[in-house]
């Protein structure tokens, strides 16, 4: 089966500028998630839907980061404008619904430089 | 709330060396524990876990073994090779909230030859 797919691998953006993440889950994972890593340090949450309904979006970090999941396929997550602290790199990950505590399928990530 | 504590990197070692990497965890309930490795320019990937308490996870002559007595999850390797060199993450799922992984920092290894 095709894995996680992210685009782009690397975006290199000033500040201020806009710029769109995509995330393609494995077919038929309806759980998908965000996850970012900054600075080397640990990978965080930001959100979490189920379908194409957000289950949790508590780490989000602020109202400048939307994230969407339209008709429940792929999904994008959006910095509008960007911040040089939202530099680092976004994973996104999949996982079957009913199949709790079951691992994270991870997509290579995005490599955001804000600069 | 949730944490995960690594050992802090990074970690060099002689091929056909020992390896441990620590990790204690911090959550309420029984969580489900993973380690996740991460090749240069790839992504995340399983590479074991553990869901209940004195559960052994092994993969590739890894292993870890869940204590709850000491809320611990250490990954170890009897003997590295140079392909092992990559960044290990701890992590934890509670029970209460499937797939919301709480990770560690995550500890560089490198394995010269």
């Known amino acids: 089966e095709a894995g996680v797919t992210q685009f782009p691998s690397h975006s290199v953006i000033e500040k201020g500028q806009t710029v769109t993440l995509r995330c393609d889950p494995i077919s038929g994972h309806d759980n998908l998630y965000w996850y970012r890593r900054v600075m080397g340090k640990e990978i965080k949450f930001l959100l979490h839907?189920?379908?194409?309904?957000?289950?949790?979006e508590s780490g989000m970090p602020n109202n400048r980061f939307l994230a969407e999941r339209t008709g429940g396929t792929y999904s994008t997550l959006k910095v509008q404008p960007a911040e040089l602290e939202d530099s680092g790199v976004y994973f996104c990950?999949?996982?079957?619904?009913?199949?709790?505590?079951?691992?994270?399928?991870f997509g290579n990530g995005t490599r955001l430089t804000v600069t | 709330g949730d944490s995960v504590t690594q050992m802090e990197g990074p970690v060099t070692l002689s091929e056909e060396a020992f390896l441990t990497i620590n990790c204690t965890y911090t959550a309420t309930g029984y969580p489900s524990l993973f380690w996740y490795v991460q090749y240069p320019g790839e992504g995340l990937q399983l590479l074991l876990k553990?869901?209940?308490?004195?559960d052994k996870g092994s993969n590739k002559g890894f292993e870890a073994t869940y204590r709850k007595e000491t809320t611990s999850f250490h990954l170890e390797k009897g003997s590295v090779q140079v392909s092992d060199s990559a960044v290990y993450f701890c992590?934890?799922?509670?029970?209460?909230?499937?797939?919301?992984?709480?990770f560690g920092d995550g500890t560089t290894l490198t394995v010269k030859p």
């Open positions: 839907f189920v379908k194409e309904s957000k289950q949790d």
């Open positions: 990950a999949s996982s079957q619904l009913r199949a709790p505590n079951s691992p994270l399928h």
């Open positions: 992590a934890l799922i509670p029970n209460t909230n499937a797939g919301k992984s709480t």
């Open positions: 553990a869901t209940k308490a004195d």
